[in-house]
């Protein structure tokens, strides 16, 4: 993997992600660009003890431009774009309108009110181009295409989790207009957090129970128990395991284990690595076939997802396990899963497709 920075013309960082060694990488930015005042900062629900950002600077950031105003597509023809040269294969820049920010200032007032906590939003929030074809997506990358994103999270994880503050190191990616995607260019986040996020601090709640009752790791017994059983499983390989969880919350939902428990993907072995882009990519195109395959009602539109990394924070990280959690909105080829009252209101998930059929159906699809 080749690695070239580069600098945007607001001062924000631009890394290019080459396989092999590019004709050229790092053309200037000639866009007249200021640099962004972030007001980013977080806030502690007293109630809950959960985070929540404030960045309401955000609300003046791009939405849904025309295809020909891509800005993650390479800048071509007199047209300027967040990537300066005119191709690349896996690019990652800082957010433009980022909910986290290095520069973040300390919020006013409220200093040992323990009703009011609030820290300067800290942290850096990335964008990840996973290609510099507008018309793909990830299903569509080839395997060695994948592995350079792969290695992409890799590098962003160690160098992230490094910088003063960050807490926790989250790449994901959002797939569809139906989640809410402001850019139909085929690409991903990464968010480098102050804080544990909720989901991660109950996981690390849960892993320490686990250990004073039992003595052993949560995840481990957890992915030798799926290991066992066949009824959830969605793919095995060598070294990753896929199913879906026995308490799914949503209607299509797997979890990707390496099956050697490692806290990050900077972690992995290079065995490890080789082995994600086929079973990643195979898991991605069944969810794609999921609503379209014969039986599945008629064709649909491209599976909307959600795909996330989970990775050890900073502080009490060490029982966590590194995954992956992929789960789609989607319940039938033209219905959505809302989150309305129960969910959104009261955190409890209702889920409407047992986890055992949605397995069964995941491994129907299989390429
Ligand atoms: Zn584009």
Redesign the pocket.
Known sequence: MIRTTSKLADGRELIYFDSDVPAHRGTADLRPLEAPANRSEIRRDAVTGAWVTVAAHRQARTYQPP?DE?P??PSRDGRFSEIPDADYQVAVFENRFPSLAADSPAPEGAAGDPLRTALAGTGRCEVVCFTSD?QSSFAALDEAHARLVLDAWTDRTAELSALPGVEQVYCFENRGAEIGVT???PHGQIYAFPFATPRTARMVEQAAKHRAATGRNLFEDLLDAERGDPRRTVLTGRHWTAFVPFAARWPYEVHLYPNRRVGDLTQLTEAERAEFPGVYLELLRRFDRLFTAPGAGGPAAPTPYISAWHQAPATNGAELALHLELFTVRRTADKLKYLAGVESGMDAFVNDVSPETAAERLREVAS
């Open positions: 295809a891509c993650l597509c507008h850019l139909a260019h």
